[in-house]
């Protein structure tokens, strides 16, 4: 039995954003808008997110046959022992938030440089923790010399060498890999395509050729098309799941090498906008290509939020009803946090609160205590129907 195939089957045993350009992720925001009232939050209070055992979030999912886990970094992971045990007792898989991407991965057109994420991997391989890849493909987070050595000649023997070379150096010993990134726009081309590099030198083919040669360099890897603003009820969102789900369909039917859907989830906090009719449908049909389901990047993020004083609350219920949402779907099996303890978040610098106060979007406070989004997320996965 291959690899995958273990990985699946046996979830309850397995116990960007970083370099993200900052306009990026502030036009995301301004897009999405969150799911669920200030008011109903506040109605509930504390006591909704009240639990009795401090089971970890890890243990909590496994035994629901889920993995939970999350994004770090190498220099927190290396320099704050603290930090280091709290990430190894709550998470099951790490995703290193940068240290796979291009612009530290491949300093020069010649060289690669492993070792912070071979560091990253040895880390999770201790702890008994999945190790995750991000990303191979992305029209961001691209090295210095990419705009100068790149084209049309090239480009094909450029990027299938990267993920040949990358793909190979953690060959069996990588969870997943998010092989293409946010490759969809909902104002495209007419196939819904976002005009990156990519796109110009090799055409709309290129996304095929990179699952196909991750595929050959680790044939025991789960392979994810992973994408943002797939979650709310607006024309531009609707349009972009839309075209996320055809291009899924176009890969299945050319027996694409892919085996998940990642789903980014960075969910604002502030006022309504969510239509759980239309993302149970949504899954559903995802599902029904038999493709899994990752939420890969999720935190609660309060750029639009103007309440100060029931913050935690008004975050901890998104949390929880979102997560209680999706998790109704049986092919979502995995859920990543973009970061464990809100003293290492990217939303600091790139989605800070309008009043200036600290943003707390993630499981842990800067203290690496746990917060009532800790609680909320360890309720959903209680009340998760088990895989």
Same mark, same amino acid.
């Given at each position: ?12 045993? @397995? ?60 220099? !927190? ?10 990430? #190894? ?12 991407? +291009? ?6 057109? $010649? ?26 493909? +992305? ?22 060498? /990267? ?11 990588? /969870? ?21 590099? +990519?796109?110009?030198?090799?055409? #709309? ?13 680790? !044939?025991? @890897? ?53 239509? @759980? ?69 990217? &939303?600091?610098?790139?989605? !800070?609160?309008?009043?200036? &106060? !600290? ?5 842990? $406070? ?22």
């Amino acid at each position: 039995m291959k690899r995958r195939t273990l990985i699946v089957s046996s979830l309850g045993a @397995a116990t960007g954003a970083g370099i993200a350009i900052a306009s990026h992720y502030q036009n995301q925001q301004q897009q999405q808008q969150p799911p669920f009232s200030q008011e109903r939050q506040k109605e509930h209070g504390i006591a909704r997110f009240a639990v009795t055992e401090k089971t970890s979030l890890r243990e909590r999912a496994a035994s629901q046959g889920l993995i939970y886990g999350a994004a770090a970094s190498y220099q !927190p992971l290396r320099a704050n022992l603290e930090f280091a045990q709290r990430f #190894a007792q709550e998470c099951a898989i790490l995703v290193p938030t940068n240290e796979l991407k +291009w612009q530290i991965l491949r300093p020069t057109p $010649d060289q690669f440089d492993f070792r912070r994420s071979d560091w990253m991997a040895r880390f999770a391989q201790k702890h008994n923790m999945l190790f995750r890849g991000h990303t191979l493909v +992305w029209y961001q987070a691209l090295p210095q010399w990419f705009k100068e050595t790149v084209n049309r000649k090239n480009a094909e023997r450029i990027l299938t060498d /990267h993920i040949t070379t990358v793909v190979k150096h953690y060959a069996g010993n990588m /969870h997943s890999w998010d092989v293409v990134n946010e490759a969809i726009a909902p104002n495209g081309s007419k196939d819904g395509l976002r005009q990156t590099p +990519w796109l110009r030198f090799l055409g #709309a083919d290129y996304i095929e050729m990179a699952f196909r040669t991750a595929a050959a360099a680790d !044939p025991q @890897a789960l392979l994810v098309y992973n994408d943002n603003n797939l979650e709310y009820d607006n024309p531009k969102t609707e349009a972009k799941r839309s075209r996320v789900l055809k291009l899924l369909e176009r890969l299945k039917s050319k027996r694409v090498p892919i085996h998940a859907l990642g789903i980014q989830s960075h969910i604002g906090a502030s006022s309504q906008g969510f239509n @759980a009719k239309k993302l149970r449908s949504f899954l559903k049909e995802v599902a029904s290509l038999g493709l899994k389901i990752f939420i890969t990047e999720m935190d609660v993020l309060e750029k639009n939020l103007l309440e100060l004083e029931n913050r935690d609350a008004i975050i901890a219920g998104v949390y929880q009803d979102y997560l209680s949402l999706v998790l109704d779907e049986p092919a979502v099996n995995t859920v990543i946090t973009w970061g464990l303890s809100d003293r290492y978040t990217w &939303a600091a610098n790139f989605a !800070p609160r309008q009043d200036g &106060a !600290p943003v707390r979007p993630l499981p842990l $406070d800067t203290q690496l205590e746990r917060k009532l989004a800790w609680n909320a997320i360890a309720l959903a996965f209680d009340q998760a129907p088990p895989r």
